[in-house]
């Protein structure tokens, strides 16, 4: 399907695109520390250049002119609205008394590593996947155990005997699942989720799931939570992590969720939990999140078709000019991964990609040993920055054929 910009979607883009250099963006302003070098272009860390919708500006302005930031409560109605938004839009049916809040879904894998595992137990993910869980794996003294996706004709597949040769052999003491999977792009489907849950269960391994990308649904592949696998058969032996950050460009409000179901895992983690950090709310998060599910479904219809056009772009592009390099197909998140290796090899591609291309990305290398030659791209940004980068590697790659 063809993506255009219509009237309409360009008016979103002008009304919602801000430029955010010199306002102490991570993502822009820390180019030179990162990467070296300040002048380029970057479409790295995973946050967007566009305004949360406007109801969370305001909600979050009539807090300000309120004056007071103390202590509060989870208000009723965030719970309320966020269980609505689960089951509208990916039929996730929540009880209130499941939820529990963290300042961030990172924030809850280490906690979740912690709480579910001890010293030097080993820990299974599949990479390449987004670093922060081999960082919290490593950096609570576990070992970190992958099962490698395999790279096909058919896109990223999992390679479920491994998976199973891994799981029998009964040192495995928690999966860490990345659904959507970042880098590679995959939605998994309910086949591919029950047949990970169903090997789980057999060999007593829990599952965390991290479903923070789960609004994100670029292609036509629909996401499906591990909660409503097997009409809910597995909820007791899952805990799911998300947050209305990644969907609404809220990052810095810390605030997240962790879903348990299982009634004697919340008393665990209730308990646990106490032991490594004692946190309140975060009330501004909190009230920018209630709005965002309440009144932020449009916005990001409208957000979803500016990324479709962004991967079309880019993959139109490369087809043109350099067709050998691949793309990985877009179901899920909005960072495609590509692959250079028909052209550039591994130690060449940062000196490639910054010096010769001007861009700032995240490495495959991050992500997993294995996947050296990828880099991947943010294209929840502005058309423009997408065209132009799109632009610089073609011309760039094309020079190397």
């Not at 390679?159 to 003491?173: M, P, T």
């Not at 390099?325 to 960072?335: A, D, F, P």
Request: net charge negative; glycine share 4%; hydrophobic share 40%.
């Amino acid at each position: 399907m063809t993506i255009v910009l219509t009237p309409s979607l360009q008016e979103f883009i002008q009304d919602h695109l801000v430029d955010r250099q010199h306002t102490d963006s991570l993502k822009w302003d820390a180019l030179a520390e990162r990467f070296g070098d300040p002048s380029l272009l970057p479409l790295w860390v995973a946050d967007m250049e566009f305004k949360t919708p406007l109801a969370v500006r305001q909600a979050l302005i009539q807090q300000v002119e309120h004056g007071v930031f103390g202590y509060s409560l989870v208000p009723d109605q965030y719970i309320n609205t966020f269980i609505a938004w689960q089951q509208k839009r990916h039929q996730v049916t929540l009880q209130a008394d499941w939820l529990r809040f963290d300042q961030g879904v990172v924030n809850s894998l280490y906690a979740m590593v912690n709480w579910l595992t001890k010293l030097n137990d080993q820990v299974l993910i599949m990479t390449p996947v987004y670093y922060p869980f081999i960082n919290s794996i490593k950096d609570n003294h576990r070992q970190v155990v992958s099962v490698d996706l395999i790279a096909g004709d058919n896109g990223w597949q999992i390679d479920f005997d491994r998976f199973e040769a891994v799981l029998s052999q009964g040192q495995i003491k928690l999966f860490i699942l990345c659904s959507p999977h970042n880098p590679v792009g995959r939605i998994w489907t309910a086949t591919e989720l029950e047949q990970i849950l169903a090997l789980c269960h057999r060999y007593h391994v829990p599952v965390v799931a991290d479903e923070i990308h789960q609004d994100f649904e670029i292609g036509s592949q629909k996401f499906t939570s591990v909660l409503t696998i097997a009409n809910g058969r597995y909820q007791n032996e899952v805990v799911v992590l998300n947050a209305p950050s990644k969907t609404f460009n809220l990052a810095s409000l810390l605030n997240s969720h962790v879903i348990i179901p299982n009634p004697e895992w919340r008393q665990q983690y209730d308990t646990f939990i106490k032991t490594i950090h004692q946190t309140e709310n975060s009330l501004l998060g909190q009230i920018a999140g209630q709005a965002a599910y309440e009144f932020g479904g449009p916005w990001l219809d409208q957000l979803l078709q500016v990324i479709r056009y962004n991967y079309q772009t880019l993959t139109n592009t490369l087809a043109d000019h350099c067709p050998e390099i691949q793309v990985s197909t877009l179901e899920g998140t909005y960072l495609s991964y590509l692959n250079l290796a028909p052209l550039i090899a591994a130690d060449h591609i940062q000196d490639f990609v910054q010096r010769q291309c001007g861009l700032a990305v995240d490495y495959g290398r991050w992500f997993s040993p294995r996947t050296p030659t990828y880099i991947r791209l943010n294209l929840a940004t502005d058309p423009a920055i997408v065209a132009t980068a799109a632009e610089h590697l073609a011309t760039q790659l094309a020079l190397l054929r």
